[in-house]
């Protein structure tokens, strides 16, 4: 394989890429509308933010604190035991 070629071959791929990464970045962003705050279901230092006792993400003291959040999709909260879309 020639310089060139091997360049050529180098450019594509390195634009294969970067669109490929844009996708993921556009649908990860997507997916952040879809969210809700599922209160009362976090593990100890496992919650995405809120609490009286705490500021924010991975903070949480205790398990399911009734007044830190995880952050689920749509409508699965509510499938869940202790689960709640209100602070406790």
Known sequence: MDRRSLAT??????????LAMEALS???DDAG???????GINA????????DSH???GQSTRDDDAQAYVLLPVGLCGKIARGSTKAG
């Open 55 to 57: 500021s924010c993400a």
């Open 9 to 18: 071959s180098s450019l594509a791929v390195a634009v294969a890429l970067s």
């Open 26 to 28: 556009a649908h990860a």
């Open 33 to 39: 509308d879809k969210t809700e705050r599922c209160y």
């Open 44 to 51: 100890r230092g496992q919650n995405d933010c809120a609490s």
